[in-house]
Nanobody
C-alpha cells in the first residue's frame, strides 16, 4: 500500500484546509486509516482515525468539533477537513493505514503504511 498525502498549505487562523490521502495498490476498506501530525521538536501525535472494524471515527480532543475525517470509496481516498484552524495546528500531517485494535487506534506504532506528509502552516 502506497499512500500519497496532499492539500497542505498556508492559511490564516480561523481558515480551513482539506487534506486528502490517496492509496495505490489497495483499497482503504481493508484498513483503519488515520491522520497524525508532527510539529518541529515534538513527537508525532494522533489527530483522527476511521476504524475499519466499525467505521466509527475518533478524534484527539484538541481537534474534536473542528476536524472531520471521511472516506471517499469511489475515489479511494481519505480526507481530513480542517476548520477553524489555529496556529497550534501547524505541523506536517501524515496519513496512515493499518489494522490497530480500536482501543489502540491512536498508537502510531500499530500502523504499517505511511504517506510522505504534507505541511500545514496556520498564521496568527
Amino acid at each position: 500500500v502506497q499512500l500519497q498525502a496532499s492539500g497542505g498549505g498556508l492559511v490564516q487562523a480561523g481558515g480551513s484546509l482539506r487534506l486528502s490521502c490517496a492509496s495505490s495498490g489497495s483499497t482503504f476498506s481493508s484498513y483503519s486509516v488515520a491522520w497524525f501530525r508532527q510539529a518541529p521538536g515534538k513527537e508525532r501525535e494522533f489527530v483522527a482515525a476511521s476504524a475499519m472494524q466499525n467505521m466509527r471515527t475518533y478524534y484527539d480532543d484538541s481537534v474534536k468539533g473542528r476536524f472531520t475525517i471521511s472516506r471517499d470509496k469511489a475515489k479511494n481516498t481519505v480526507n481530513l477537513q480542517m476548520n477553524s484552524l489555529k496556529p497550534e495546528d501547524t505541523a506536517v500531517y501524515y496519513c496512515t493505514a493499518g489494522r490497530p485494535i480500536i482501543s489502540a487506534i491512536s498508537n502510531p506504532l500499530l500502523y504499517g503504511y505511511w504517506g510522505q506528509g504534507t505541511q500545514v502552516t496556520v498564521s496568527s
